[in-house]
């Protein structure tokens, strides 16, 4: 490589990492400055400036060196801006990390990263996310392509969702400037159908069930699949991996002064789908009767040891084995299948705010017990059963005490 004349070697002022200079052996003048390794091998720009005179080199160098960042802007800006690494990792790092610190069983975040890097992590490939038109075509082909796939547009909805939060968190961190719709460019079919509900004396028939499969099979499985079953009908709990979670120390018993003779039963549920602490209470009859076979089905238990089926480790698992039991079991009895809708465990939460509902217990109170808005509580969990309605009807005409009113009109 040939060497520079160091007397030749000028840095010039206001134009950072420019100089001018000439080699041994040649008359002309050289500039040379960094553009980085994204384009040239050692990452610096180089050329001939095809003159000996100093004054020349300077200006010419100058010329050079603004005339080469304007043209190159374009795709500097390209390069460096992508949906990929300044939308959707900073946002999946976030969830990811956000369900690490909750310790859950299942984390929501890999969940997602998953999603995103089968199904939607190519659409945004090409995109420059500052062009709100790219954004939502980006979108638009994701949809399509999932539904020609066969997937449904409840799954979809998951999907789109996770795409949604991406777009506020960069919105919100002023990555992008303008928050795209995606309404624009989607139609999916109500997602949140209400789901049925089940009686309590269905239920009854499911944990009678449950007893008689014990006393068949000596299988203390089935014992707790009919304690699990009963806790969530108790309060607002949230059917899944939440209650299995549920260790000794998160419950106590607290003290109403004008009914002392009744203790409340407290469940405090940490790192909820809504909230990171969410207390709730329990039904009277369960407190009273349900609640102390529980505490007593296992012994030689600590306070940090679960709830429910103590001496099992792995969660999930244990969690499709009682919700594949539950299936069979409410189908045996020809309870599953309603109006032409299932009813899966999570029905157990509908059957729950909707008889409190029923009972006249305000949706506001209805609504913080359970962890939801008033809103979810009343387009997903109010079906329209005959109890809702009989509920409703008596809400509505309270003050007509029967058919045979004053106002009724006399004949002759």
């Not at 509580?377 to 409703?392: F, G, P």
């Not at 809400?395 to 002759?412: E, G, I, P, Q």
Request: include cysteine; proline fraction near 4%; glycine fraction near 2%.
């Amino acid at each position: 490589m040939p060497k520079i004349k160091q007397e030749t070697l000028k840095h010039l002022p206001q134009t950072p990492t420019l100089k001018i200079f000439k080699y041994v052996g040649s008359d002309n003048y050289y500039c040379s400055f960094y553009v980085g390794q994204s384009f040239t091998k050692n990452g610096n720009k180089e050329q001939s400036l095809k003159t000996k005179n100093r004054k020349e080199a300077e200006q010419k160098a100058k010329e050079i060196y603004r005339k080469w960042f304007d043209e190159i802007k374009d795709v500097v800006l390209k390069k460096e801006r992508t949906f990929d690494e300044d939308i959707a990792q900073p946002y999946l790092k976030m969830r990811i990390t956000k369900y690490n610190r909750k310790d859950s069983i299942v984390n929501s975040g890999e969940k997602e990263k998953s999603q995103y890097e089968r199904f939607m992590k190519s659409y945004f490939e090409d995109v420059d996310y500052l062009n709100h038109d790219q954004l939502l075509n980006a979108v638009s082909d994701i949809v399509e392509n999932i539904r020609r796939q066969g997937i449904k547009d409840t799954t979809i909805s998951k999907y789109t969702n996770t795409i949604s939060l991406m777009f506020k968190r960069a919105f919100n961190n002023g990555v992008i400037k303008k928050l795209p719709d995606l309404k624009e460019v989607i139609t999916l079919k109500k997602i949140n159908a209400v789901r049925p509900s089940y009686l309590n004396s269905e239920l009854n028939m499911i944990t009678k069930q449950c007893q008689e499969e014990f006393n068949s099979s000596k299988d203390k499985f089935y014992l707790e699949l009919k304690d699990y079953i009963n806790l969530i009908r108790s309060a607002g709990f949230r059917p899944g991996i939440e209650p299995l979670k549920i260790k000794r120390f998160q419950f106590n018993f607290i003290t109403d002064k004008d009914n002392p003779t009744e203790p409340i039963l407290m469940f405090n549920l940490f790192g909820t789908k809504t909230k990171e602490k969410h207390s709730l209470t329990c039904h009277p009859y369960f407190t009273k009767n349900i609640f102390p076979e529980i505490q007593n089905r296992n012994t030689n238990v600590k306070q940090d040891d679960y709830l429910l089926f103590p001496n099992v480790r792995d969660r999930q698992p244990l969690y499709e084995r009682i919700r594949k039991n539950f299936t069979r079991i409410s189908s045996e009895l020809g309870l599953y299948v309603r109006n032409g809708s299932t009813r899966p465990l999570y029905s157990i939460r509908h059957t729950f705010i909707t008889q409190r509902y029923n009972q006249n217990a305000p949706l506001q109170v209805i609504a913080r017990h359970s962890g939801n808005s008033e809103e979810i509580i009343k387009s997903n969990y109010l079906d329209e059963s005959n109890e809702m309605l009989i509920s409703e009807h008596k809400k509505l005409f309270s003050s007509t005490s029967s058919t045979k009113s004053k106002d009724k009109v006399k004949t002759k």
